[in-house]
C-alpha cells in the first residue's frame, strides 16, 4: 500500500480542515484496553510499525469493572491468550493476589482458573510492557476519524488535526463510542472511570457505512475497606497450591487475599424495589440493551422474583488501596439509594462507599459485518475487536485483539489469516459465535457455547495452540523448549504406562489395596490401571517406581487415561463437522439466485456471507432444509465450470 502525500489525503478524503500527516505506520490500533494491548503487542511482536492511541495514558489496560481476570471458559481464554503468545496470563499470574480453581467438583472440561488481580498493579505492568516494546508507539490521542479511500482504509485522524497514516486500523474503543454514564437522573457524556466519551469517531465509522448497536453495561459501587464489619462475611480463601496462568510463569509463592461473601436480603429487596422507578434501566435514561449473564441487581429482583437472597463477593481492588468492589451488585439507583440498600447488608451496615455504580451506554460494531479474521467486510484494512464488536469482559475482548493484531499483519504481509476452527480453542468458538450468529447483547463466553469442550480443556491449551503461535511468530525459543519438554513427558510417559503390565501377584494386590482400588483378577496395563477413578499418577509412581512428573504434566496423563474413550469419541464428530467445514463457498455467490432457499435463508446468508457450509450451517434461520439446496447449487456450478 501506498501511502498518500498530505495534500493528495486530503482532497482525496475532503477534509474540510486541513491536518497534517505526523508518521506512518504499518498498524494502528485505537484503543488501550485489553483488546488494544493484545492487539499492539502482537502486531509489533510481528514486525508491524504500530501505534497504539488511548484516551490517557492512566488507561492502559485498565480494568473499569471487577478487579479479576479467569473464571468458567475465561480462564480457558486466558490459557489460550497464553499459548499463542499474549501477554495477559503472564501479567495476570505477576499481579495476582488470590487465585482458585473453580469448579472442581465438576469434570475436567469446566475447570477454570480465577485470578483475583490488584488492579492498578497490573495496568502499571502492562503500561511498561507496552512501552518498552520495540516498533510500538503509544500516544495519549483522542482519535476523531476514520480515514478511508475506496474502500480501503488509510490512516485515522485526531481531535490535535494530527493524521496518521496506515496500512491497516484496528477498533478496540471498548465502552467509550458515544459513552455515556447513567445512575438516577444523573446522566452525561462519559467513558468508564471518568475518562471522555469519544463521540465524533461514531459519527465518522457510520460515515463510512459501518453499521453500529447501542448496548449497556454497568459496575457496582466501591466500598471503603475499613468501614466493613468482616466478622458478619464468610471469608473466601485462595489455594494452597499455587497455580498460574501462564504455561511459563515462574510464580511460584503468593500472598492470598481473602475475599468475603455476603447476602442481600428482605430489607435490601424492600428498598431496591420501592425505588425501581429513579433506577437509569426503568426509567428510560439507559438506551442500551443490557448484559443477560451480569444484570443489574434492579434487573436480578425482577427476573427472580422469588428469590429470597442474592450472593455478593466483597473483593480487594489492591494491596495499596482500601477500595473494595462489591460483585453482584450492579447498579443504576441514585448515589443515596446505593448507599442505603448496601447498608441493609451483613457486614456493609456501616460502609462508605467511594464511587457510586452506573450505567453505560456505548456504540459498538454489529459483528456480523466482519470476516472470521476480524477485518470488516466492506472496509479493506478495517478491524474490530474486544466490546467494540458487542462482546463483554476482559478475557473475550483480549482475545480477539491479539488475532485481529495477528491477521492485521498478515494482510500486510500477504499471508493468509489466521482462524481458529470450534474444536481448535475458545478463541474459535468465541470469534465463530460472533461472524455467524451475530449478537443482540453483550456477548459472554461460556463452557456452553463450546460442543467440543472436553477438547478444549483449560490444562492442554498449550498442547493445542503452541505450535500454530510458533508458525505465527509470537512463540520465542524460551516458551517453545519449555514447551517442547513437557510433551516430550507426557508422550514418553503415555508411552512408558502402555508398555509396562502388571500380574495380579499377591505384592501388587497388596499396593492397590491400599490406593483403595479393587485388587486384580488378570494381568493389565499401568495406563488400563490409571483409567480406575481412585488412581492417580502420583500413587503409581510410588508403587512401582515411575519418573516424578511435575504437577501440570502428572494431570495431563491422568486425564488422558481416564478420558480416552470420550475424547476419541469427540475427535470423530469433530472430523465429520470438519467436512462440513471444509466444504468451502465461493465469494462471488449470488444467494438471490438460489431461488429454493427460503426468504430469511436467503437474507441472512447474503448478509453473513459464510466462508463455508460448516459455518452456514450455523447462521440463525438456516435450516437443515436450506443447507441442502445450497450444497446441491454448489454442486452445480462447479460441474458447470468443470464443463
Known amino acids: 500500500m501506498r501511502f498518500l502525500p498530505v495534500s493528495v489525503l486530503a482532497n482525496k478524503i475532503g477534509l474540510k480542515i486541513m491536518g497534517y500527516i505526523t508518521d506512518k505506520f504499518d498498524v494502528i490500533v485505537v484503543g488501550a484496553g485489553h483488546a488494544g494491548v493484545e492487539a499492539a503487542l502482537a502486531a509489533a511482536r510481528l514486525g508491524g510499525k504500530t501505534l497504539l492511541a488511548t484516551l490517557s ?6 480494568m473499569p469493572c471487577n478487579p479479576s481476570i479467569g473464571g468458567p471458559a475465561k480462564g480457558h481464554l486466558v490459557r489460550e491468550i497464553d499459548a499463542l503468545g499474549g501477554q495477559m496470563g503472564i501479567s495476570a499470574d505477576k499481579a495476582c493476589i488470590q487465585m482458585r480453581l473453580l469448579n472442581t467438583g465438576k469434570g475436567y472440561a469446566v ?6 488481580e490488584d488492579k492498578p498493579y497490573y495496568h502499571t505492568l502492562m503500561k511498561e510492557i507496552v512501552e518498552q516494546q520495540d516498533n510500538l508507539e503509544l500516544k495519549q490521542l483522542m482519535i476523531d476519524k476514520l480515514l478511508v479511500e475506496n474502500g480501503e482504509v488509510i490512516g485515522v485522524e485526531a481531535e490535535t488535526g494530527e493524521i496518521f497514516e496506515a496500512k491497516c486500523v484496528i477498533l478496540a474503543t471498548g465502552t467509550y463510542l458515544r459513552g455515556r454514564i447513567v445512575y438516577g437522573q444523573v446522566n452525561y457524556e462519559c467513558g468508564p472511570n471518568g475518562l471522555r466519551s469519544a463521540t465524533r469517531l461514531s459519527s465518522s465509522l457510520l460515515e463510512n457505512g459501518v453499521e453500529l448497536m447501542r448496548f449497556k453495561t454497568g459496575t457496582p459501587a466501591r466500598v471503603d475497606a475499613r468501614s466493613l464489619d468482616y466478622s458478619k462475611m464468610e471469608p473466601q480463601y485462595g489455594d494452597e497450591t499455587v497455580r498460574n496462568f501462564s504455561f511459563i510463569s515462574n510464580v511460584k509463592e503468593r500472598v492470598q487475599v481473602p475475599c468475603w461473601l455476603s447476602y442481600t436480603n428482605a430489607a435490601t429487596h424492600k428498598i431496591i424495589r420501592d425505588n425501581l422507578h429513579l433506577s437509569g434501566m426503568f ?24 428469590k429470597e437472597r442474592h450472593q455478593l463477593f466483597i473483593e480487594p481492588e489492591g494491596m495499596h488501596t482500601n477500595e473494595m468492589y462489591v460483585q453482584g451488585m450492579s447498579s443504576s439507583l441514585p448515589a443515596h439509594i446505593q448507599l442505603q440498600f448496601m447498608q441493609t447488608i451483613p457486614g456493609l451496615e456501616n460502609c462508605k462507599m467511594m464511587r457510586a455504580g452506573y450505567a453505560i451506554d456505548y456504540d459498538c460494531l454489529d459483528p456480523l459485518q466482519l470476516k472470521p479474521s476480524l477485518e470488516h467486510k466492506a472496509i479493506s484494512g478495517l478491524f474490530s475487536a474486544g466490546q467494540s464488536n458487542g462482546t463483554s469482559g476482559y478475557e473475550e475482548a483480549a482475545a480477539q485483539g491479539l488475532m485481529a493484531g495477528i491477521n492485521a499483519m498478515r494482510k500486510i504481509n500477504a499471508q493468509e489469516p489466521v482462524v481458529l476452527r470450534r474444536d481448535q480453542a475458545y478463541i474459535g468458538v468465541l470469534i465463530d459465535d460472533l461472524v455467524t450468529k451475530g449478537t443482540h447483547e453483550p456477548y459472554r463466553m461460556m463452557t456452553s457455547r463450546a460442543e467440543y469442550r472436553l477438547l478444549l480443556r483449560q490444562d492442554n491449551a498449550d498442547l493445542r495452540l503452541t505450535e500454530l503461535g510458533r508458525a505465527i511468530g509470537l512463540v520465542d525459543d524460551d516458551r517453545y523448549s519449555h514447551f517442547c519438554e513437557k510433551r516430550t513427558a507426557l508422550e514418553r510417559t503415555l508411552s512408558e504406562l502402555a508398555r509396562i503390565n502388571i500380574a495380579p501377584t499377591e505384592e501388587n494386590n497388596a499396593s492397590l489395596t491400599s490406593m483403595g482400588s479393587t485388587p486384580l483378577r488378570s494381568g493389565i496395563s499401568l495406563l488400563e490401571l490409571l483409567r480406575r477413578k481412585e488412581i492417580t499418577y502420583h500413587k503409581l509412581q510410588q508403587a512401582f517406581d515411575l519418573p516424578e512428573l511435575n504437577s501440570q504434566t502428572a494431570e495431563q496423563v491422568e486425564i488422558h487415561a481416564k478420558y480416552e474413550g470420550y475424547i476419541i469419541k469427540q475427535r470423530q464428530e469433530v472430523e465429520k463437522a470438519l467436512k462440513l467445514e471444509n466444504k468451502k463457498i465461493p465469494d462471488n455467490i449470488d444467494y438471490h439466485d438460489i431461488k429454493e432457499l427460503s426468504a430469511e435463508a436467503m437474507e441472512k446468508l447474503e448478509k453473513v456471507r459464510p466462508s463455508s457450509i460448516g459455518q452456514a450451517s450455523r447462521i440463525s434461520g ?22
Open 111 to 116: 475447570h477454570a482458573l480465577r485470578g483475583q
Open 622 to 643: 438456516v435450516s437443515p432444509a436450506d443447507i441442502n439446496v445450497l450444497m446441491i447449487a454448489l454442486e452445480v456450478k462447479r460441474r458447470k465450470e468443470q464443463e
Open 283 to 306: 426509567n428510560g435514561m439507559v438506551e442500551g440493551v443490557g448484559p443477560r449473564y451480569c444484570p443489574s441487581i434492579e434487573s436480578k429482583l425482577v427476573r427472580f422474583a422469588d
Open 57 to 62: 495514558l492512566d488507561n492502559v489496560a485498565l
